[in-house]
């Protein structure tokens, strides 16, 4: 298995992002509340910064995981955001890098079949995915909800013009029409990309959007997501990152089987187990596990509306 050097800047005590005041976040005038503070984003909304720390710093740990993301870490400075204990959760800087290498190979492989499609991230929270999946002739859109797109548009504003901006709640039915996303009948396929999100809605509100996408997508669309065992519903409290946001674990799967069960237009094209980042020895333990836990403990699923299907 391999292991993380050990990270260069550990504290053993240190407020949590989520609790800090201005004072103690690192790029923050003491005088005056930074960005992060002034933006007051709720519990959910606010676990956009793991996954950012994670992509600015993680590469020191996990070298062979290094995303190189060009802004994560000024869009961090700009924050305000004190990211220590973030770096401190290694297992969750890893399972980000990893999601995030997995994404690119994604992406790539599909622009490389539709260098003119419309890519979508879905819950994009402050990533920057096009800066690795522009094709110079594809389209772009980045949406989240409200609150966070208000952040984004101050710190990441639009300097494509085939790049685009849109404030979406995935909780609210109809977000494909609303998005202006391409009809089924179109020639052109979409790829969705949803990360680190639907754990946070309830299961019914989860299957909506999978159906969504299922009865909306042109053929040849895709949708990568990642998923957590259901047995993380209702634990986050014990998860080292995600516990002192207050946000919750809603949804997780029993089997990774269940993502194409909801909506006969889908496939499951590719899954993916976080195990294979330790070697021999996790991928053991993965078998180990999935009679008990029926999927990986953290995995990524690749969606398909298939040609043909109707
Ligand atoms: C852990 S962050 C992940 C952000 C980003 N995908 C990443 O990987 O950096 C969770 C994101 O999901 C978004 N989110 C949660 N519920 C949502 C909803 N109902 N509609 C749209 N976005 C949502 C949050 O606002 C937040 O940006």
């Not at 976040?25 to 933006?39: N, V, Y």
């Not at 959760?89 to 890098?97: E, H, I, Q």
């Not at 959007?209 to 065992?229: C, I, K, Y």
């Not at 029993?254 to 330790?278: D, K, W």
């Amino acid at each position: 298995m391999p292991q993380p050097p050990p990270p260069s800047r550990r504290r053993s005590a240190h407020p949590h992002p989520a609790q800090a005041t201005s004072a103690q976040h690192g790029d923050c005038d003491t005088d005056q509340p930074c960005l992060l503070e002034r933006a007051q984003l709720h519990a959910v909304p606010s676990t956009l910064l793991i996954p950012l720390a994670a992509r600015a710093h993680g590469g020191r740990y996990f070298a062979w995981l290094a995303c190189h993301d060009a802004v994560a870490t000024q869009l961090l400075a700009a924050l305000g955001a004190d990211i220590h204990a973030y770096l401190d959760d290694l297992p969750t800087v890893l399972n980000v890098l990893w999601r995030t290498r997995a994404i690119k190979q994604v992406g790539q492989a599909f622009f490389a079949e539709h260098p003119q499609a419309l890519g979508v991230n879905l819950g994009c929270g402050l990533t920057h995915h096009f800066q690795w999946l522009d094709t110079g002739a594809n389209q772009w859109l980045d949406a989240d909800l409200p609150e966070v797109m208000a952040l984004r548009e101050q710190l990441l504003p639009l300097h494509c013009p085939r790049a685009r901006h849109a404030r979406v709640d995935l909780a609210q039915p109809g977000w494909w029409k609303r998005l202006g996303l391409p009809k089924k009948t179109d020639a052109q396929p979409v790829l969705l990309i949803c990360e680190g999100v639907l754990m946070y809605l309830q299961p019914e509100q989860v299957h909506a959007v999978l159906a969504e996408f299922a009865q909306s997508a042109p053929p040849g669309s895709r949708m990568v997501l990642d998923v957590l065992t259901r047995q993380a519903v209702g634990r986050a409290a014990t998860h080292a990152s995600v516990g002192p946001t207050g946000a919750e674990f809603h949804w997780g799967v029993g089997r990774m089987a269940e993502l194409e069960q909801v909506h006969p237009r889908l496939a499951l094209l590719r899954e993916q187990s976080v195990s294979e980042c330790y070697g021999w020895t996790g991928i053991a333990l993965d078998m180990l596990w999935r009679p008990w836990l029926g999927a990986p403990l953290y995995g990524m699923a690749t969606l398909g509306v298939e040609h043909g299907s109707p």
